[in-house]
């Protein structure tokens, strides 16, 4: 009998692990084995490996800050610079084999949506963590002086090499909790920031975006948010709270899909799946006009 109910309870456990893998390997939260790498799936799934991608590294001492810098292959001069800042964990270890970046997170809504920006006129520049922050790169760092530095060395050695004087930042999830303080800190160098699906509640990973002093902030703020977000950390009542606050405009998405995976994750209305290109397209046009575009998708 002992045997019987062993080979049942492995029967049931097997697929639970199988699904489990998947989903993990679905949100870049585990790496993919070695006979399916990056670089293979990439070839074939990611258009925005189709665009001119390089990393770009700056050496702080004893660690470094790396961006991935995104253009179309045609770009050689550049009027806009958007720095983009995924969400949790924000680590996207970026590095080059053989020549090619590699990097994880390529399934968050501003990793994949990249392409999405480009046109032969702008340059986008995806941020890593410090590498000395690659085990933790906790919310309480991003609000110190030191990340503010690193984030104004990257950009800098970005506007040197591509001629670009002035960035947008634009943070999703908690990434926009990096794009904020970043941008408090770096006023002349981040004249606007684009905060989207914004972390508002506080929770295990940190305050978020609850305690911040918005009257710090002298950027242009536009805030980016889906109707229907699910995640509890992210509602959308609380975009429009933050708002009204910070007296800024909000721009709201609705529609898309279809949506799978846990509510925080990327692939959910969270991360704006299957209106990712009307989306981005509005922040575009925002950038450019100065003008509040108005909401996305269906009334």
């Not at 001629?163 to 606007?192: C, D, K, Y």
């Not at 990327?266 to 990712?276: C, D, L, Q």
Request: hydrophobic share 40%.
């Amino acid at each position: 009998m002992s045997r019987i109910a062993g080979t049942a309870r492995q029967a049931l456990i097997l697929p639970c692990r199988r699904v489990l893998l998947s989903a993990l390997l679905a949100f870049g939260l585990l790496a993919a084995p070695p006979a399916r790498s990056q670089a293979a799936a990439g070839a074939t799934e990611d258009p925005n490996l189709k665009m001119s991608n390089a990393v770009l590294t700056v050496s702080r001492g004893d660690y470094s800050i790396s961006g991935l810098a995104t253009h179309t292959p045609e770009g050689k001069s550049f009027k806009h610079g958007i720095a983009l800042f995924p969400g949790y964990p924000g680590i996207m270890r970026l590095r080059e084999d053989d020549g090619k970046p590699r990097f994880d997170l390529g399934g968050n809504f501003l990793v994949r949506s990249r392409l999405h920006w480009l046109d032969g006129e702008t340059l986008m520049l995806t941020v890593d963590a410090p590498s000395d922050e690659w085990a933790r790169f906790s919310q309480r760092f991003r609000e110190t002086p030191r990340y503010g530095e690193d984030i104004k060395a990257l950009l800098q050695e970005a506007g040197r090499r591509f001629g670009i004087s002035e960035w947008t930042l634009v943070g999703t999830s908690e990434g926009s909790i990096s794009a904020f303080h970043a941008a408090r800190m770096n006023p002349q160098l981040a004249p606007r920031v684009i905060l989207t699906a914004s972390v508002f509640i506080a929770g295990r990973n940190g305050p978020g975006l609850s305690g911040i002093g918005t009257e710090d902030m002298p950027a242009r703020l536009l805030w980016v948010h889906h109707e229907s977000d699910p995640c509890a950390y992210t509602p959308y009542r609380s975009a429009r709270e933050f708002a009204e606050r910070t007296r800024s405009p909000l721009l709201t998405v609705r529609g898309g899909g279809p949506e799978r995976g846990a509510p925080c994750m990327p692939f959910s209305a969270h991360g704006f799946v299957g209106i990712e290109r009307e989306t981005v397209r509005a922040m575009r046009d925002w950038i450019r006009t100065d003008t509040v575009p108005s909401d996305v998708g269906r009334e």
